[in-house]
């Protein structure tokens, strides 16, 4: 048995918000040991100097690795220290609001373990954006792109949600590799509907003048239960601001397992089907980017997205349910298909993908 399903074994056994604050608080305190102890630390990989495994998008940030770590495990940018020191290419914090928020009453995470999967009405609990501020500053981040997803607090009325956006934008544009507007959580009443063109509208012409004063990445993340007809006009609008991009998806609702946002495997064909549709829309030469995200579970979800045209993707719940050990898997099958290939940077393993070479199949 690894380390990490030594540890699961005790997490599983309490409470999924109890388990997540202790692990946060352990991660926060001692991220160098905690690397090493669980075996991956960076600096314990073995570096084949002459493969390169970093992405460069069209944002002007490069990723180290092409997977990065969701935004909802690491609301308050209290483990940066720790996410940046194992092989994630970057690391999303938030959704963090302006004022400080509780979220919605507990419990409010839920374990689906026979689908590796999880339902979660958290509600964007978080510090707020001046404590939130303060931990990023004082954070080591070795280097890795770190993006701040922003949202509104609850209690700000549906017609000032763009004011929040602004002074979230404000805030944090100094600070961040990227920035992300999510109005695609189920868990804030209204939020979604924020996803329509006229509201999104007005959320970024009330960003133009501070985008124009800071040239931050700025994205979009939307919710998997758009209709797929409506994605091109939503790529329309975005590149009608010139956005750096969509992130695509956030959880799902299913009424049938109750209330709130499912992610993980139960997710997995409906965040593929919404990825390909905004590839699809976007085009092979966009210079917008789509950042994967939404039940990306194995290494075949990946080459699946690369298939499709996509570069970088990020993981929530296959973190939670197969540990970091994952990404050292992946890590591992990406180089066994380069060396296949004989290929050696990461625009090549993707192209050698693309061609659909038998040993890049679906197994
Ligand atoms: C417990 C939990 C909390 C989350 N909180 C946020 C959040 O605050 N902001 C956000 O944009 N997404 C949040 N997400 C969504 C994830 O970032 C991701 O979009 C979603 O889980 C799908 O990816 P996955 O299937 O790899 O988990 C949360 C997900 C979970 C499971």
Redesign the pocket.
Known sequence: MNLYNLFKSVAFQIDPETA?NQSMALLSRFPESLATFLGVHEKLLENDSSLDLSVSLNDGNTWSFPVGL????D?NAEAINFFSTIPFGAI?V??VTPRPQEGNPKPR?FRLKEEE??L?R?G?N?EGMDQVFLHLKKADRHGKVVGV?L?KNKTTPQDSAAEDYRVLFNKFAPVASYL?I?V??PNTPGLRDLQSISSLKEIFEALQDLRREYSVPLYL?ISPDLALEDLPAIVELAQEFKLSGL?A???TIRKDLGVG?I???L??EK?RLVREKVLEALGPDSELELIG?????TFNDLLDFWRAGGKVC???????YQGPGLLLDWRQQMIDLMNKGQVKNFEELRTFIQKDSPLAQRS
């Open positions: 997540h969701a935004a909802g495990l609301k999303e938030g959704t995470m999967s999880l979660n958290m964007f978080n997803n949202g992300v999510n695609s959580s993340k992130i998806t956030n959880t946002g992610s993980g495997r997710l997995q965040g995200v939404g039940g990306i579970t990020q993981i929530y719940t296959a973190f939670i």
